[in-house]
Structure formats: C-alpha cells, structure tokens
C-alpha cells in the first residue's frame, strides 16, 4: 500500500487529508502535539499518531523513516520550517505544501491583509505577482503572506518535486475558526431576518477542506513542481453562503439586502470583501482535479457539526475551545434591531 505522511495531520486540512487516503487503501502517518486532537474515526480508520513539534528536525525524521510516497505539509510557515522539510521532501515520491491565496498582490502591492483591499482585474491566477518573501512574525498582516511566499521558494527551488497550493478561506469539520458560525448563530437563535452588507455580494472564494483533500490525491498520483490555486468549484457571495446555511439549519428568515447607506459594520459578515476574490482554479481542473461538492453540498457536514457541538444556554454558543474571539462584537442583535425598526 502507498504510505503517506502528513505534518500537521490533527487540523482541518490534514484530518481531510488523512481521511480521503485512508479511504483510498493507503498507510498514513499522521503528526501532531496531542493524540487527543485526532478524530475518533480518522484512527480508527487505521491512522498512526506520531508525537512531534513541527520545528524539532529529529522528530520529523522519525515520523518520516524511510520516506514516504506522499508528504503533506499543512503548517508550513516559514523558510527555516521549509528547509526542516526538505530532508524528507528529498525522500519522498511527491510533497505538497499547503499555502494560502494571501500571498497574491494587485498591481497597487495590495494584499488580503492590507488595509486597502486588493482589486484584481478578474479571477486570480497563479502568475499573479506575490509578495516580496520575508523573516517578519508570520503571525502578522504583513509577515503572514510574505512568510508563506519565502516557504513556497525554499521549496520550488530544491527542485524536487513539490507542489504549492494556495487555498482561499477553507472550511470543513473540526475547523478551529468556523466562519459559518456567523450564520449558524444567527439561525439558531432564531433570528426572524438577517442583514446582508452590500446586498450580500461580498464574495470571498471558499475552499472545503475535502475538496483540498481531492486535490491533495491528484497531486500524489501525478507528482510534479508546481503552483495549484485550490478552491471550491463556485464562488458564493455572502446572499448564497446565509441561505445554504439556513437551509441546513431548518431555518427562514427575511433577508435585507442593505446598501452604502447603511453604517459602516452592520450586515457585514466573514465573506465579506470588496471587490470580490475569485481564484482561478483551471489549472487543478487540467491535472485531474474532481471536486467532492460546491459550497452548499461541502459545508453541510461542518454546519451540522456546529448546531450539535453548539451551547444553548442563553443563546446559542460556540463550540469549547474554538476562536470565539474572532466573533466578538459580530452578534449585535439590538444594532439591527435599531435599524430595523428605524427603517421599516
């Protein structure tokens, strides 16, 4: 059987990974710091744990051991993380690294984590320019982006057989940051409306988990250097992604569809980014690439995971141990309530 090893394997990316090859008869590996953090079915599907810090060269190699047909590297943030991964790259059929779209540029030198949102001509391509490659704290708005673009180099110029792909804002199971929450919240706290900023055209290209972990296989299969924009075969605006979610719940509201009139915040949602960024994924379409689903199909499995694992005690709560923080100040029912009733 293939054997594959996944780096960061206990998070959204490599759970999906683990479980779409594992499926498909292979040996996985799989690291991480805490046993706990690997889903119950991915293990006993017959995934192998190896305890190891993803900065600790030694134990990279002893997860590796003798090489692996495929690599995947989902937490790959720097340059000195890139040359920890070279060794095992160098033993390995195929390696893919997981990047991000936020390492793309508009003519302005614009980024997704600029104050300035970038405005790109129309879908994005992998010969969009990037960001100069950079040593900042790739936790920040400027080091995330540059960071990534110093990894993909290390990488691509070993000329080994390394594959970059560039998802938008990936969703699925299990994800540590579930924007859909924004939504979900709302539906079950039985909002009777939702606010949309923008009539809800706000779009920013989403990427399921699953269909990364398609991709993934295709890559293994055709091992190659190359650059992938990996993303969901449609782009939904902010209108599509609260009526998938909605419906999933069991839940209607009255959409209100606000304009530039309205104050600045209100309506706004994860989504929402103007002029809207679409990822050019015709590349991954020519080397193989089949989707699992659409947004509305993939998302499904994570809306329902939130509406069990979610708190009702005085309202509906995320999820222990999920970034709660990034929601803070999202659910001001009584701002809506304000306009609402200020403009009905």
């Known amino acids: 059987m ?32 805490d046993p706990a953090h690997l889903p119950s079915d991915v293990a006993a599907a017959g995934a192998r744990f190896v305890a190891a810090n993803r900065d600790d060269a030694e134990a990279l190699a002893a997860a590796a051991g003798v090489g692996a047909d495929l690599l995947v590297d989902c937490i790959c943030y720097t340059a000195a993380q890139a040359e920890l991964l070279l060794p095992l790259a160098r033993q390995a059929t195929s390696t893919v690294m997981i990047s991000t779209k936020a390492v793309y540029v508009d003519d302005a030198g614009r980024h997704t984590n600029s104050d300035i949102p970038p405005r790109f ?11 100069a490659p950079g040593t900042m704290d790739y936790n920040s708005r400027e080091g995330y982006g540059a960071n990534k673009v ?40 039985r909002r009777p409306v939702v606010l949309l900023a923008a009539g809800g ?10 269909n990364l972990a398609a991709l993934v296989q295709v890559v293994a299969e055709r091992p190659g250097r190359r650059i992938l924009n990996a993303a969901d ?7 599509a992604i609260s009526r ?8 209607e509201w009255r959409e209100v569809l606000l304009d530039e009139a309205a104050p ?16 050019d994924i015709g590349a991954a379409y020519a080397l193989g690439y089949q989707p699992v689903g659409d947004y509305a199909t993939t998302v499904a499995d994570s809306v329902r995971w939130l509406v069990e694992e979610s708190r009702m005690d005085g309202g509906a709560q995320l999820p222990p141990g999920l ?4 929601f803070r100040g999202r659910f001001d029912y009584a701002a809506e309530d304000d306009y609402l009733a200020r403009h009905s």
């Open 121 to 131: 001509a129309g879908p994005v391509t992998e010969q969009q320019p990037t960001m």
């Open 244 to 251: 998938a979610v909605a419906a999933v719940v069991g839940h």
């Open 2 to 33: 293939p054997e594959a090893l996944i780096i960061g394997g206990t998070g959204l990316v490599g759970r999906a990974v683990a479980r779409r090859l594992l499926a498909d008869g292979w040996t996985v590996s799989v690291t991480g710091r």
């Open 264 to 279: 600045r915040g209100l309506g706004e949602h994860p989504w929402h980014t103007l002029p809207p960024i679409v990822l």
């Open 323 to 326: 970034d709660a923080a990034s």
């Open 233 to 239: 075969p449609d782009a939904p605006d902010g209108l």
């Open 150 to 189: 110093a990894a993909e180099h290390v990488l691509l110029d070993s000329g080994l057989p390394v594959t970059v792909l560039r998802p938008s804002k990936i969703h699925g199971q299990g994800s540590p940051l579930p924007r859909e929450w924004h939504f979900v919240k709302r539906a079950l706290d």
């Open 201 to 210: 055209t706000g779009r920013d290209h989403t990427s399921a988990a699953s």
